[in-house]
């Protein structure tokens, strides 16, 4: 079954610094890979999602991944975090299953 | 623009009511899905349906039931409400399943309190 882990519940930056959100998932089949984005008091939104081809992948608002098979991984990042990022974030892996798998999510705070 | 429409977005019910959450989508997809949002314990499957007067519980179907007699339409069921069924409800929508990598729509969530 799939699973997935998300380190860190919350994460808190500096306006500017680096932002890296990590997620690691437990499959013996290279899954799909999703990260979604949820502002305060609004449902989910697709960030970027990762199918096939190049494991670097670039998504809305300067957000990119990276799928790595060898250490099961597709961690979420930023070179440089702004105000409007504070959110939280969920990583979602699917393979046989119809429905998304989500982790827990993790609040990402940006402090001025 | 596409959309998923749920009801309502505040709901207060009292302990023994039977509810009822309604989401619609606009896009024409097969799939449709409840999950319920709690902190810390991320987004949980209730059920999901991929065609009309289609449902397979998800992880946690307990106390709640669904129904969906047309495509754009899929109800949550709350048949006696209790306080644990206070959360946060998202109601979602993709394309066919045989395309695993289809991105699913999300509606604005209905906040439900249970007193």
């Known amino acids: 079954a799939q699973s997935v882990t998300q380190l860190g519940s919350h994460v808190s930056v500096s306006e500017g610094a680096l932002v890296l959100l990590r997620c690691n998932y437990s499959?013996?089949?290279?899954?799909?890979l999703f990260w979604y984005v949820q502002y305060p008091n609004q449902g989910l939104q697709l960030l970027l999602k990762?199918?096939?081809?190049?494991?670097l992948v670039k998504g809305i608002n300067g957000f990119e991944a990276e799928f790595k098979k060898s250490e099961t991984s597709f961690h979420l990042t930023k070179p440089s975090a702004h105000m409007s990022d504070a959110a939280e974030y969920f990583c979602?892996?699917?393979?046989?299953?119809?429905?998304?798998?989500f982790g827990s999510g993790t609040r990402l705070q940006v402090q001025p | 623009d596409v959309k998923v429409t749920q009801s309502s977005r505040y709901l207060v019910k009292r302990t023994g009511e039977k509810v009822f959450l309604e989401c619609v989508q606009d896009?024409?997809?097969?799939?449709m899905f409840w999950y319920r949002q709690d902190p810390g314990l991320g987004l949980r499957l209730i059920y999901f349906?991929?065609?009309?007067?289609?449902?397979e519980k998800g992880d946690i179907p307990e106390g709640y039931s669904v129904s969906r007699e047309k495509k754009e339409r899929f109800s949550l069921i709350l048949e006696s409400a209790s306080t644990n069924q206070t959360s946060m409800y998202l109601c979602?929508?993709?394309?066919?399943?045989?395309?695993?990598?289809?991105?699913?729509?999300f509606g604005q969530g209905t906040r439900l309190t249970v007193v």
């Open positions: 979602a929508s993709s394309l066919r399943s045989s395309r695993l990598n289809t991105e699913a729509f």
């Open positions: 499959s013996s089949v290279p899954p799909y």
């Open positions: 349906s991929y065609d009309v007067k289609m449902k």
């Open positions: 979602a892996p699917t393979t046989g299953r119809r429905a998304l798998t």
């Open positions: 990762y199918t096939t081809g190049a494991t």
């Open positions: 896009m024409d997809h097969e799939n």
